[in-house]
């Protein structure tokens, strides 16, 4: 079992900064986060689920207002 990622922001940083450049092997999600817990439910169904059931035009229509809101955040 790996150690679990340092709560020092500095360490967790510098962990991080390894991995990047490969000089440190990654470590996995623990288990209760909320992106691990997504991950093994499969969250995304519910996106795929509603564009199946829109047609292309509303698709396109949130799609745009999607952009819009993104721009407007910058």
Do not use: C, F
Not at 48 to 70: D, I, M, N, T
């Amino acid at each position: 079992m790996r150690p679990k990622r340092s709560n020092d922001p500095v360490q967790a940083a510098h962990q991080l900064y390894m991995e990047i450049i490969g000089e440190a092997e990654p470590q996995p999600l623990p288990e209760n986060t909320p992106a691990a817990v997504a991950k093994r439910k499969g969250a995304s169904k519910g996106g795929e689920r509603l564009a199946a059931k829109l047609s292309p035009e509303e698709r396109a229509e949130k799609a745009r207002k999607a952009a819009v809101a993104r721009w407007k955040k910058t």
